[in-house]
């Protein structure tokens, strides 16, 4: 029962006032707004850029404390896994969305388990026992460190309300710390959320913004002054010069997109698709603890120049007809990346599955011989974390008449569809490679060829490769070998994307294929990972070739391009300054849309003579007519 561990902050009598206290002094501002302002603040007073990353258990802890969070071990381990080697500011965002501050309600339900008699007090016999020996457990010195607080200690007896109290403003003081350090600061304030100027009713109410016709861009461009928030001390007045007043650029883009009829009305399937040459494999996007996405990745050998018809869409695993799996309306699109030799770090980002029907996403083009990368991506605008939390748990075991151990008809189910999924090429067998793929997602290790063989040995094979009830004998091994208990299996499932009532709801299967006129397509798995800077670079790429560039006025070095098609729209931002820039996007004005950030109003740091995708924006009913309206202006 830690309830500060690793915590350096000493406890503060100092009086805080509402620990949302940026709501009083910023009514204007929304909840996200707020929101985000905080995570900044925490994050830059211990980082000097929110390009930072968090690079250790440690740091994890401490940027946690100073958003005003007590996180547990327990809490750290969650986010910081034996595969993590680092999280970024939009990771901590995410984090700091998930965990929520602990409460003196919380804390005092806690206490009040072990005061039997409602008294107010527990002994220092007691609170040592519960420290040291229930769950996550306090060392000596921690335990010593609590009871000395003079506030809360008297005649051998533990006050936990003052102490609840003294917690819980400890808390929120370090959060206002940490604003009040971005506010102060005038070195960190040039990079901080920004002041949010008044919008205009005008603006937004006019009979031109509200007259869509079709798919139509509106451009506003505007310089707006901005004062510098005076310190403290400093008279609101001030007469300082003007060049030293902060100014914003700004640049707002307005698409109205109509109803999707879930069919692009350009067609480019081949009419005699089905004499072409075919390559198929399968593939997943699973999320991670963290907030990312990783999936199967690709190399595609191309021996002679050829048309290629390229397709992605998500893999339905129901064996029922009419009934689709939850994951159908996920979005998925294919990046094309042209290396100059196997595993060469020189590439060429070539083309991308633009058009779309229902669930599949296609291309269609003329490629030259060569080895190309084939990238997968799902924007995150509907394959994200589920809030939703479930109540019991499915059982995965049971023992049957004669006392053995057998697979539950749930389980047995999930891992057949499991086994779908995981095997890649179709054939209905599992090989090494396909078998080492999953054992990374799951347990990070891979087999071995030793391993393998008396794999073989053991459990229902076919051609050296491991079939389905091979596969569910696998598993049935495991769980005696723990003796029944499902803890390992729950791990196995939790990874491939299942929660606690057996439903994949954070994965989506896929399914690729490319088929060419003239030679048979080669088609490899070769890695599971992120998409990383390649991918990044191919969308920016994509969206720079295909998308309108707008100019931010005033501020030539700053370009937001914007690319549209019938599923989504892409916004990128390019720096060609010096200097990193703070981009803060708002995109609070637009109706019927989902973004891949997962917040109406957020703030991007663009590193000097770079590119980075600001976002991807779907529509959340398709059946319905969608409104991008986007403001995106520089912090200065």
């Known amino acids: 029962m830690s309830l500060y561990r690793g915590s350096p902050t000493p406890f503060s009598s100092h009086k805080s006032s509402d620990p949302e206290f940026l709501s009083s002094k910023k009514s204007h501002l929304t909840e996200e707004e707020i929101f985000y302002t905080n995570c900044r603040a925490a994050y830059l007073s211990v980082f000097r850029s929110s390009l930072e990353n968090i690079t250790s258990k440690e740091q994890l802890c401490i940027v946690l404390q100073k958003a005003g969070r007590s996180p547990s071990q327990k809490t750290i381990d969650k986010y910081w896994t034996s595969k993590t080697s680092k999280l970024q500011f939009d990771d901590f965002c995410e984090i700091l969305k998930r965990e929520k501050p602990l409460t003196k309600t919380e804390l005092l339900k806690a206490f009040q388990i072990i005061d039997k008699y409602n008294s107010g007090y527990i002994t220092h016999d007691d609170l040592r026992k519960v420290l040291s020996l229930k769950g996550e457990k306090m060392s000596q010195g921690e335990i010593h460190a609590v009871i000395e607080l003079a506030d809360v200690n008297s005649a051998g007896k533990f006050d936990y309300n003052k ?71 400093e008279n609101k007045s001030s007469s300082r010069p003007s060049s030293s007043r902060s100014r914003r650029a700004s640049i707002s883009s307005t698409i109205s997109m109509g109803a999707s009829s879930t069919k692009n009305s350009k067609s480019l399937e ?16 699973y999320l991670e603890e963290e907030g990312g996405c990783v999936n199967h990745q690709y190399r595609l050998y191309l021996s002679q120049k050829s048309t ?40 060429e980002p070539i083309c991308f ?23 997968p991506l799902t924007t995150g605008c509907r394959l994200r974390k589920k809030k939703k939390q479930i109540t019991g748990e499915a059982k995965l075991l049971y023992r049957n008449s004669s006392g053995d151990l057998t697979l539950t008809k ?52 076919q051609k050296n490769e491991l079939t389905r009830q091979g596969f569910m004998e696998l598993n049935l091994m ?126 991007v740091e663009v590193a000097p003579k770079s590119e980075m995708v600001c976002q991807h924006v779907m529509p959340v009913n398709e059946r319905q007519e969608w409104i991008y309206h986007c403001n995106e202006s520089i912090v200065a």
């Open 163 to 233: 102490f609840c109290t003294l917690f819980t403003l400890t808390a929120e003081q370090c959060l206002k710390s940490s604003v009040e350090k971005l506010e102060n600061d005038a070195k960190i304030k040039r990079q901080q959320f920004g002041s949010h100027s008044e919008k205009s009713p005008e603006r937004f109410s006019s009979p031109a913004s509200k007259m869509f016709s079709g798919t139509r861009w509106n451009s506003e461009e505007e310089i707006t002054p901005r004062e510098i928030t005076p310190r403290k001390g």
């Open 410 to 461: 749930e389980f047995r189910s999930a891992l057949s569809d499991i086994f779908e999924v995981i095997d890649l090429d179709g054939n209905g067998l599992l090989s090494l490679e396909e078998y080492n793929y999953y054992e990374m997602r799951t347990s990070g290790e891979k087999c071995d060829e030793d391993a393998w063989d008396l794999c073989k040995k053991n459990f229902n094979t």
């Open 478 to 603: 495991e769980a005696e070998e723990q003796e029944g208990d499902p803890s390992d299996l729950w791990v196995t499932l939790t990874s491939m994307g299942y929660n606690k009532a057996l439903e994949m709801v954070e994965a989506c299967p896929f399914i690729i294929d490319v088929y060419t006129e003239k030679s048979k397509p080669k088609l490899k798995v070769i890695s599971l990972e992120q998409g990383g800077k390649l991918l990044n670079m191919a969308v920016c790429k994509s969206v720079v070739d295909k998308g309108e560039a707008k100019m931010m006025k005033g501020y030539d070095e700053v370009v937001i391009h914007t690319y549209k098609s019938d599923a989504r729209i892409t916004s990128v931002i390019e720096n060609k300054g010096s200097t990193e820039v703070t981009v803060h996007v708002s995109m609070e004005q637009s109706k019927n849309c989902i973004n891949s950030r997962g917040l109406n109003s957020f703030a």
């Open 353 to 375: 599955t633009e058009f779309h029907d229902k669930e599949k996403f296609y291309w269609k083009g003329e490629l030259v011989s060569g080895i190309y990368r084939l990238l």
């Open 308 to 347: 290629v018809y390229l397709t992605i869409k998500p893999f339905n695993l129901s064996q029922i007809e009419e009934k689709t799996c939850p994951w159908m309306s996920v979005d998925t699109a294919l990046y094309v990346v042209k290396e100059k030799s196997e595993n060469s770090q020189n590439v």
């Open 270 to 285: 081949p009419k005699n698709l089905k004499e072409w040459q075919n390559a198929s494999l399968k593939g997943c996007f």
